[in-house]
């Protein structure tokens, strides 16, 4: 089992900056891929930004691309996700995933993860 805490959310500014963090424990962090997704109310679940075990790709929604890194520290068992210039559309609940994987490769669907976290509200006010 893998157990994924996520931190960071919080009420911001349009224009302003988060950083969400995912910290994991249970198993060996560097085996696996992880990921970002959110959801807002009344809407569908939505990929927002992969990384591969490695750090060494990563992959985003066109939304939050050019706004958005995603990134990892393997020594800390932690994920990131830096949300710059933040947007009212950006307001959800932030979750972040993983997947035992050491391909390199990202995953970009729900389905594809086997753990998630409890969530992390992010409200950007307009």
């Known amino acids: 089992q893998v157990q994924l805490v996520e931190s960071g959310g919080g009420l911001v500014q349009a224009g302003g900056s988060l950083r969400l963090s995912c910290a994991a424990s249970?198993?060996?962090?560097?085996?696996?891929?992880m990921g970002w997704f959110r959801q807002a109310p009344g809407k569908e679940r939505e990929f927002v930004a992969a990384?591969?075990?490695?750090?060494?790709?990563?992959h985003y929604v066109d939304s939050v691309k050019d706004r958005f890194t995603i990134s990892r520290d393997n020594n800390k068992n932690t994920v990131y996700l830096q949300m710059n210039s933040l947007k009212p559309d950006d307001t959800a609940v932030y979750y972040c995933?993983?997947?035992?994987?050491?391909?390199?490769?990202?995953?970009?669907?729900?389905?594809?993860?086997?753990?998630w976290g409890q969530g992390t509200q992010v409200t950007v006010s307009s």
């Open positions: 995933a993983g997947r035992y994987s050491t391909a390199t490769i990202y995953y970009t669907t729900g389905g594809q993860y086997s753990y």
């Open positions: 990384i591969n075990w490695s750090g060494a790709r990563t």
């Open positions: 249970g198993r060996t962090f560097s085996n696996y891929a």
